[in-house]
């Protein structure tokens, strides 16, 4: 397959998830990775309608040198290991670092060491710090010794990860409140009980809110950078409460000045995100999930980033996770809609020829570079 636009210019894949153990191998369970919904009837009638899905069929098809068909498609997965086909991808894709959040779908992804021995790259880990809240519940004797347990794993991971992870936005979103010590404690009876039945999914406000102040308030002690999940993403999101404007408080916050924030994702929202890239030295934003879910619209989220944005602030990753396939797409149409993004930047005049690879250079590596450090140290 030709290499494609910035082909020479490597990825670090800033933020991306682990590949599953056992692999999809019927069209639904394939398709399901293409769709951020979890209907089956969206899966089932829907996904193969999608622009994303249909570019990414004809892409793999190419790839594998069969038919742009689901079935040859699938049979031509199945005869390569997973490692092999993961080498394969990356190598192929230029992808030469990764950030990984370990905390997505732990159950059925490889964990982190295994998942090093599949990619041909050095693979950094993230902290999810609303996974690490729910394990530490049901041992926790009341919200005090919660909030001390939570403080020791951040401190403790501190000293490993390259950045911690939030996604509180689709859990009761980015609108932080300060909570009393009564709501806390009552918050924390809630969800204790509710843990003790069975139920760890942490979805209390009080809670989550107390929690990842906590949290930026040990990454701003050891200057660690935070991902933010902002705009759309899994279906339970509420994506009003996703607007990363209502971050403005934490960014104002003195203290907090000392983190670096990178907005994950942001559509619909990349002028918001592009704003606040443009007016906070320590705001930055991603496209990775936008580029490929958005199709060909993805082009126009870098336009439309680099409007505001100054090019030192937009990064793009894959955000890719469980199946190779989508660490290749992500990678080949993120260089992709960059091309086509800086081509229409220039036709516009703001761009000259030789600006084309220095800013393809700063999205696709050196922007991740200076906010997350030399993956290869
Ligand atoms: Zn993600």
Known sequence: MPPGPFADIPLFDHHAHSLRRVQPETPDAFRAHFTESD???MVARHVAWSLFYRRALADLGRFFGCAPAEDAILAARARRPVADLTRAMFTDAGIKALLVDPGFRTAEHYDLPALRGLVPCPAGELLRLEVLAER????SDGWPDLRERFAAGVRKAAGTVRGLKTIIAYRTGLALDEWDAAS???AFREVRDAAD???TRLASKPLLDTLLWTALEIAAERRLPVQVHTGFGDRDLDLRLANPLWLRPVFEHPPFRAITFVLLHSHPYVREAAWLAHVYPHV????SLTVPFAAHTASDAIVEALGLAPAS????????FSIPDLFWLGARHAREALDAALTTIQHRGFAGPDDRDVIARRLLWEN???IYGDPRE
């Open 39 to 41: 209907a089956p009837e």
């Open 136 to 139: 530490l519940i049901p041992a």
């Open 184 to 186: 806390l404690a009552a």
């Open 197 to 199: 039945r069975g139920r």
């Open 284 to 287: 930055a934003m991603d496209l």
């Open 313 to 320: 602030k937009v990064l793009l990753a894959t955000d890719a």
């Open 368 to 370: 991740a570079v200076a």
